[in-house]
């Protein structure tokens, strides 16, 4: 049977998964401390997606009036009792709704939206916050609010992926903890940023990249590690801002290459926002300059 799109992850993520979102300790943190510098006493704010109303919750508690958005009633039912324990149910209005057609009766101060995924796939954030910005502009006038996260940084990174489990070689596409050394993975370059994604701004619906990275480390290239930082919000009077890294997306290629110290990589790629990884993975490309040209040298 054909998997319906409303099953599909970015529409209704299993609600275990959210359970275990609360007990990530970096994200909740970064969540918390960016929605409390921005949600003040008699703010609006509406939470796309809302999940188990942990972010509406860090809102509410600051004072700000809440519209929590949820599609999958399972949640709605979750975030209703846990709102309620926390002594914040008067202050947050529980609507089951599709976050991409809500439209808050009033002008509101933040949109607050985590459907992040690694590499903006899957998940739909990019797809909903387009639609709230369409749909918001029709039906009021003055400015957008404000967003968190206020953008997403995306990168590349050419690695050295131990894929042997229990002497089971098996390239797959593997998810890494964010700011995390790992034996199995040696890094072979500097990462490089190749998409900025900044939420009031025009939102791309693919995305695509053309370059070169640098090889400073021998080594036997095998993946292309993508790091997701989402900027949730900038502290100019501080001069700094709140950041937060979905998980590190390690994407084996193909074919292994070896690569020396200066070697350059010539990388392109194409893909749909909050699409499949396999696209991803299938559009990926990479050739070593060095062994393309000891290739040719060679026949």
Not at 24 to 29: K, L, P, V
Not at 83 to 100: F, G, H, P, Q
Not at 198 to 210: E, F, H, M, N, T
């Amino acid at each position: 049977m054909t998997e319906q799109p409303e099953n599909q992850l970015g529409q209704f993520i299993p609600v275990h998964y959210h359970y275990d979102m609360l007990r990530d300790r970096y994200r909740m943190s970064a969540f918390e401390e960016a929605i409390s510098e921005v949600a003040k006493v008699g703010s609006r704010v509406v939470d796309l997606g809302g999940g188990t109303g942990v972010l509406s919750f860090f809102a509410a508690r600051r004072g700000a009036k809440v519209w929590y958005v949820e599609r999958n009633p399972e949640l709605v039912e979750v975030a209703r009792r846990f709102l309620e324990l926390n002594d914040v149910s008067k202050r947050v209005t529980i609507i089951r709704s599709d976050a991409a057609t809500f439209v808050p009766p009033e002008p509101v101060d933040v949109v607050v939206c985590e459907m992040l995924h690694s590499a903006l796939v899957r998940e739909k954030q990019v797809q909903v916050i387009d639609a709230f910005k369409r749909n918001y502009r029709r039906a009021h006038a003055g400015p957008l609010p404000s967003f968190i996260p206020e953008a997403s940084l995306l990168a590349i990174q050419p690695v050295q992926q131990d894929y042997e489990f229990s002497g089971y070689y098996a390239p797959v596409p593997l998810f890494q903890a964010p700011v995390a050394s790992l034996a199995e993975t040696e890094a072979l370059g500097e990462p490089i940023v190749y998409q900025t994604v900044i939420y009031d701004q025009a939102l791309p619906d693919k995305i695509g990249w053309r370059g070169q990275l640098q090889i400073d480390q021998k080594g036997i290239l095998n993946a292309i590690r993508f790091v997701t930082k989402n900027v949730l919000t900038i502290l100019p009077d501080e001069n700094r801002d709140i950041p937060w890294h979905n998980q590190y997306l390690v994407v084996p290629l193909e074919q292994p290459i070896e690569v020396h110290v200066g070697d350059q990589l010539d990388i392109q790629f194409r893909y749909s926002v909050g699409g499949s990884l396999a696209e991803l993975q299938s559009q990926l490309q990479v050739t070593s300059r060095r062994s393309f040209l000891k290739l040719h040298a060679a026949a």
